[in-house]
């Protein structure tokens, strides 16, 4: 069963920009903090950005003052606007819980690749 589904990456040169779209259902969306995360080839997945159900936000160093995430919980989406990027945010972008496995164990959408070239 499909619970989430992110969309929105691409290839963009670095100092470019990208907004990435995550679709929940609304169960999941109305009672869970909220977050992206990221996998770079190689690494482990991190989480990079979170917004509670109130709408607080935090950032992990990385990203901080380039990304704003936001949700919306009337339509159960939440975006990832992602400026300066930088060939180190070369990753495949995941929407999820915070913190994860609170829709199933192990559960993950199929995320979505974001390309940075130098």
């Known amino acids: 069963q499909v619970h989430l589904v992110e969309s929105g990456g691409g290839l963009v040169q670095a100092g470019g920009s990208l907004r990435l779209s995550c679709a929940a259902s609304g169960s999941i969306f109305r009672l869970n903090h909220m977050g992206w995360y990221r996998q770079a080839p190689g690494s482990q997945r991190e989480l990079v950005a979170q917004?509670?159900?109130?709408?607080?936000?935090n950032y992990a160093d990385s990203v901080k003052g380039r990304f704003t995430i936001s949700r919306d919980n009337g339509k159960n989406t939440m975006c990832l606007q992602m400026n300066s990027l930088k060939p180190e945010d070369t990753a495949v972008y995941y929407c999820n819980t915070v913190p994860v496995g609170l829709i199933a164990r192990g559960y993950w959408g199929q995320g979505t690749q974001v390309t940075v070239s130098s």
């Open positions: 917004i509670t159900i109130g709408g607080f936000t």
